[in-house]
């Protein structure tokens, strides 16, 4: 006999998780878009990606997802396809230049089987550049460095 024990043996359980899908993949359709040339995707390099962003006026998907109030769930069965569709979104939705930042690649990353796949397809996309993690953070100057303005 083989258990799922990713879904909740209790119909309730199920159904709840269900409603909280649904839910929250409409307001993922909704809100998510990321801004013109500045929608940056990684894969195992998160801080350095999120860094990179943050000092450059960019966004990666958690950026995205914070600026529109979307929490994705960690206790959900459903959380590994709630992040696939909201990374789909972010790809098919992105325009102009889009960045990677790329530390430790796995084959079945989130980035390899979904993202990239969308952004090759996505005709507003006019360029794609992949970084390595290492050497992104060495393109952008600390905060106390930076010119003003």
Same mark, same amino acid.
């Given at each position: 006999? $083989?258990?799922?024990?990713?879904?909740?043996?209790?119909?309730?359980?199920?159904?709840?998780?269900?409603?909280?899908?649904?839910?929250?993949?409409?307001? &993922?359709?909704?809100? +998510? @878009?990321?801004?013109?040339?500045?929608?940056?995707?990684?894969? *195992?390099?998160l801080w350095p990606a999120t860094e990179y962003s943050i000092r450059c006026g960019k966004? =990666? +998907?958690?950026?995205?997802?914070?600026?529109?109030?979307?929490?994705?769930? &960690?206790? @959900?069965?459903?959380?590994?396809?709630?992040?696939?569709?909201? @990374?789909?979104?972010?790809?098919?939705? @992105?325009? *102009?230049? =889009?960045?990677?930042? +790329? *530390?430790?690649?796995?084959?079945?990353?989130?980035?390899?089987?979904?993202?990239?796949?969308?952004?090759? =397809?996505n005709r507003k996309v006019t360029r794609h550049v992949e970084y390595f993690s290492k050497? $992104?953070?060495?393109? $952008?100057?600390?905060?106390?460095?930076?010119?003003?303005?």
């Amino acid at each position: 006999m $083989i258990t799922d024990f990713s879904m909740p043996a209790d119909p309730m359980a199920r159904r709840c998780h269900l409603a909280q899908k649904k839910r929250i993949m409409a307001l &993922l359709e909704q809100k +998510l @878009s990321p801004p013109r040339d500045r929608a940056v995707f990684w894969s *195992g390099a998160l801080w350095p990606a999120t860094e990179y962003s943050i000092r450059c006026g960019k966004a =990666t +998907l958690e950026i995205g997802l914070k600026r529109a109030q979307i929490d994705i769930p &960690l206790d @959900s069965p459903y959380t590994y396809e709630l992040w696939c569709y909201a @990374s789909k979104l972010w790809a098919d939705r @992105s325009k *102009g230049k =889009t960045e990677a930042v +790329l *530390g430790h690649i796995r084959p079945a990353s989130i980035y390899n089987t979904v993202e990239l796949p969308a952004l090759a =397809t996505n005709r507003k996309v006019t360029r794609h550049v992949e970084y390595f993690s290492k050497d $992104i953070l060495c393109r $952008i100057k600390p905060k106390n460095q930076r010119r003003k303005a």
